[in-house]
T-cell receptor, first 116, second 115 residues
Framework: AQTVTQSQPEMSVQEAETVTLSCTYD???????LFWYKQPPSRQMILVIR??????QNATENRFSVNFQKAAKSFSLKISDSQLGDTAMYFC?????????????FGKGTHLIIQP | EADIYQTPRYLVIGTGKKITLECSQT?????MYWYQQDPGMELHLIHY???????EKGDLSSESTVSRIRTEHFPLTLESARPSHTSQYLC??????????????FGSGTRLTVV
């Protein structure tokens, strides 16, 4: 079984600042994927960034980047130059890639508030 | 623009009523999922499907049932709604090809309130 832990229930930063959301996970698998999803208030959940566990290079998507530490089972999300539209719930998730339903295991989420 | 559609967006219904939450996707994905999101925002997998005529129960026990008669359609049914079913229900499908997973696409959700 996989578990995902997000230890920061809520974070608040000023617009244009850089913020890092933490995530740790536990899995006995060697092949898996890690994701960060964003859920704005009353809106659809969308994929922010994706990381294959077999890749050493950290994934980046514009202002979003991850710090993937496989040995430590850590997968933090860094948001640079934060914007008001980044206010949302952020979920870290893992997926075993060995087949089956490939269900995502989610953390409990971090509520990120960007202050003007 | 979402390629996975959930209806209704909001539903308030009385105890004991039968309801069906609709979910359709236009991406041709084989794998589809239903998640229940509680007020604390935590997500729990309640049903999934590998493809047509395949349905499985997820990690969280649920009194709901699902069907998958067509690839694009994955409805969830509650035969007799109760206040404990009040929650947000998210439908998703996943993209997998070339040996790679590309994550889920989620619908906008159905917020169900049973009174």
């Amino acid at each position: 079984a996989q578990t995902v832990t997000q230890s920061q229930p809520e974070m608040s930063v000023q617009e244009a600042e850089t913020v890092t959301l933490s995530c740790t996970y536990d899995t006995s698998e060697n092949n898996y994927y890690l994701f960060w999803y964003k859920q704005p208030p009353s809106r659809q959940m969308i994929l922010v960034i994706r990381q294959e566990a077999y890749k050493q290079q950290n994934a980046t998507e514009n202002r979003f980047s991850v710090n993937f530490q496989k040995a430590a089972k850590s997968f933090s999300l860094k948001i640079s130059d934060s914007q008001l539209g980044d206010t949302a719930m952020y979920f870290c998730a893992s997926m075993y890639s060995g087949g089956g339903a490939d269900g995502l295991t989610f953390g409990k989420g971090t509520h990120l508030i960007i202050q003007p | 623009e979402a390629d996975i559609y959930q209806t209704p967006r909001y539903l308030v219904i009385g105890t004991g009523k039968k309801i069906t939450l609709e979910c359709s996707q236009t991406m041709g994905h084989d794998k589809m999922y239903w998640y229940q999101q509680d007020p604390g925002m935590e997500l729990h997998l309640i049903h999934y499907s590998y493809g047509v005529n395949s349905t499985e129960k997820g990690d969280l026990s649920s009194e709901s049932t699902v069907s998958r008669i067509r690839t694009e359609h994955f409805p969830l049914t509650l035969e007799s709604a109760r206040p404990s079913h009040t929650s947000q229900y998210l439908c998703a499908s996943s993209e997998y090809f070339g040996g790679e997973h590309y994550g889920y696409t989620f619908g906008s959700g159905t917020r169900l309130t049973v009174v």
